[in-house]
């Protein structure tokens, strides 16, 4: 090999490893910034009306010197960008409502949407604008490798970006009245008037309706109603009449309600304005409030008891009725049917009509109701509710309401015994006679009672044709004696026998009752004890046979102290004694 060709080979080889490193040493380093713009897709903004400017930011990224993707991408992001809408400019006819936006990493590429509020100047003119926007973020303009380890030249960077947005004069619109309130728990009705607030007209509009609060919605049912408006000048307001239901548990707020219109511009395209959004509050439910008052239910009784009902508002309400009803109401998820609240009450009245209540205003309510005998007395929960008219007119009902109520124990209206003797004729009851059983009654109340109709129930060897009597009236206190006629058998065995009296009568509210039973002995004497007491019913043939008088005294004696009547027996006897005497 000649001395020229070596130098050639060694020239080559000494070229090739320093264009490598050279090579190398370009792709180990990275220059640039980053390079971005700003977009905004949807800009037809209305003058006065707030809305959203939403915007979109482009990084293309601006590369001095390429190296690896990895040192690029660093050169060109910009890290922990935020944007800042200025609208202290006179050539931006906005009112800012939102300040200074995060919004992290801006790589190659697109980044957002990022979201700003915005209100254009009520007088602000049509047209299109450019908004400034101006951006804050840290970036490396030089990015290199050493060794393997990334080394990074950063620095912070502040520039103003522009995106273009436009006020248009198109038919815009604006809830400019609410009239008419609603309540929770009824149907009400709501006027809402809107106006055209551009300069252009709008044809052949619908206007939309959404209640998107879950408390209110259609009364009809549906989820958003729509209305037709064939020509819609500009400035011309227009009502529309929705009527909405609150639910019972809705709170007093403004719930959310969403206008839109899409209609054809003067050039007859389609379009949309922006929606339209109020708030509809709710009036407080129908609150009303009830106490016991006077109450005269006794167990085993029809009595009355008295309620005080209350309007606590919002509003005064037509037509009051305050309904007793002795059920409780279902509960969800508990049971699906009313259940009686208290079996012992039984309910004879159950409406009590009140009319007008104005808020704060009260009225007294009467109600009838029977206790059970079986009933044990204290207080008892009864079920109130009321009953009325909506201003709309509508029946609405209001929650049930529990009221205590005092229930006291059971009276005997009557005291019952018979009367002594109490067979009168003939003086005793012995076995073949029919004899008169007279019974003494008093009232034994705290109220007078009319029509009285006794009623005698006796058993073999008993029996009675005449087993009714009646009596005008007692007042309280007062005693009577009722008669009956009473057949005794002749296989009547010589003692006590029950009879059972029970009474049929009107108390003092006009009510017809049935007393208790009363039982009652019957006597019923041998005939040799009846011939003995027919010598005493003769004074002439005592005084003048005395012996006989004495005989017949040791006899009844003896007779009635074997059968345990000594005490009862004299005392007929003296009383038949102090008879003669007078």
Known sequence: MNTNRVVAVLFIAVFCLTAGAAIVSANDTARGEPDIEA????????PGEEASLDVTFNNRGHLRDRGQDNLENDVITAQSATATLLADEDDVPFDVRTGT???????????????????????????????????EYRHAYR?????????????????VVHVE????????????????DIQAGVPGTVDVTMRNVAEQPAREASVTAN????????????????????????????TFTYRIDADGEATQRPSTFELDVSYRDVEGADTSARTVRTGITPLPEQSFSAA??????????????????????????DDVVVVFDNEAPAIEGVVDQPLPADPNVVPRETQAAVGTLGVGENATVTFEAGIRTDAAPGDRVLNIATRYRTVEGDLAVSEVLDVVTPVAEEQDVFAVSPATPNATEPANATPGETVRYDVVVRNDGDEPIEDIQAKLFVDDPLDTDDDEAFVTGLEPGEETTVSFAIEIDDSASIKSYAASIDFRYTDHNGDEQLSDTYRLPVDVVSSDEEGFLALLSDPIALLTHP?????????LMTAVYKRGRLTER?????????????
């Open 211 to 238: 209640p998107v609060d879950g408390d209110i919605s259609f009364t009809s049912g549906t989820g958003a109603t729509n209305t037709y408006v064939e020509e819609w000048e500009s400035g011309e307001n227009r």
């Open 292 to 317: 016991s008052l006077n109450s005269s239910l006794r167990v085993g009784e029809d009595g009355t008891f008295e309620v005080l009902i209350e309007n606590d508002g919002p509003r005064a309400v």
């Open 39 to 46: 977009y905004a897709p949807e800009t037809a903004f209305v």
């Open 165 to 180: 947005v436009e006020i248009t004069d198109d038919a815009q619109f604006a809830v400019v009245n609410i009239d008419g």
């Open 143 to 159: 990015a290199e490798l050493d060794d393997g380890a990334v080394i990074r030249s950063e620095r912070d960077e502040t520039e």
């Open 547 to 555: 012996i006989s008088l004495i005989g017949i005294a040791v006899g």
């Open 570 to 582: 004299m005392q007929t006897l003296r009383t038949k004694i102090e008879s003669w005497n007078k």
């Open 101 to 135: 936006q995060p919004i992290g990493d801006i790589g190659e590429g697109v980044t957002g949407p990022i979201s700003f509020t915005v209100v254009p100047d009520a007088d602000a003119e049509p047209g299109v604008y450019e908004v400034p926007i101006e951006l």
